[in-house]
C-alpha cells in the first residue's frame, strides 16, 4: 500500500507475522507488541517503544482455585497463545506445567476444564471477572514497539534514521 511518502510502503499483515517479515527482510521495518515479539523469538533490533497497546501478559485462574501449585502433586495444565513465554515463565519459577496452545478464547479454558490456569493478555481485567478469573501474577509488560530488520538498518541507514527521526526517536 502506498504512502503519501514516495520512499515509503505499507504491507499490511497480521500482528503475529510482522516479526517474521522483518527478520526475514521482506520488511524492512514494522510495529508489533512485545508479547509477540517475544513469543516468536525473532532476531529484529527494537529501536523505538511506541508508547501505546500498554497492557500486560498475566497469569489467571479461578477465584478460588489453588495457586502456584495444585494439591496431590498435580501438574497444572495451563491454556495459552503464547506457549512460549508460558513454558519458559513457569520453567524459570521451576513449576512444570503441560501447556495447551489455544488460539481463541482462553479464558473459557478453566471453566470447560482444559485448563487450570491461563496465561493472556490484560488491560482492564474486566474479561477476567466476567469469567471468574483473577490474575496471579504478570509474566510480561507489553505495548507497541517499532522493530527492524538487522541489515535493512545499516544497508538503508540514512532512510532509516530519517523516519526514527519522524517518529520521535533517535
Known amino acids: 500500500m502506498p504512502s503519501s511518502d514516495p520512499g515509503i510502503e505499507f504491507l499490511v499483515v497480521k500482528p503475529g507475522d510482522v516479526p517474521v517479515y522483518v527478520e526475514s527482510g521482506a520488511a524492512d521495518l514494522g510495529v508489533t507488541g512485545t508479547d509477540v515479539l517475544r513469543e516468536t523469538g525473532a532476531d529484529v533490533l527494537e529501536p523505538l517503544e511506541l508508547g501505546f497497546g500498554f497492557c500486560r501478559l498475566s497469569v489467571a485462574a479461578p477465584?478460588?482455585?489453588?495457586?502456584?501449585?495444585?494439591?496431590?502433586?498435580?501438574?497444572?495444565?495451563?491454556?495459552?497463545?503464547?506457549?512460549?513465554?508460558?513454558?519458559?515463565?513457569?520453567?524459570?519459577?521451576?513449576?512444570?506445567?503441560?501447556?495447551?496452545?489455544?488460539?481463541?478464547?482462553?479464558?473459557?479454558?478453566p471453566l470447560l476444564d482444559l485448563a487450570h490456569w491461563i496465561v493472556d493478555l490484560v488491560d482492564t481485567g474486566s474479561t477476567l471477572r466476567a469469567n471468574g478469573l483473577v490474575e496471579r501474577e504478570t509474566v510480561l509488560e507489553c505495548g507497541a514497539v517499532l522493530v527492524a530488520n538487522r541489515a535493512s538498518q545499516k544497508l538503508k541507514l540514512d532512510a532509516y534514521l530519517g523516519l526514527m527521526g519522524r517518529l520521535g526517536g533517535t
Open 63 to 109: 477465584v478460588d482455585a489453588p495457586y502456584p501449585a495444585l494439591p496431590g502433586g498435580i501438574t497444572a495444565r495451563v491454556a495459552t497463545k503464547y506457549p512460549r513465554l508460558a513454558q519458559a515463565h513457569f520453567a524459570a519459577a521451576g513449576r512444570p506445567v503441560d501447556i495447551i496452545r489455544v488460539n481463541g478464547s482462553v479464558e473459557v479454558a
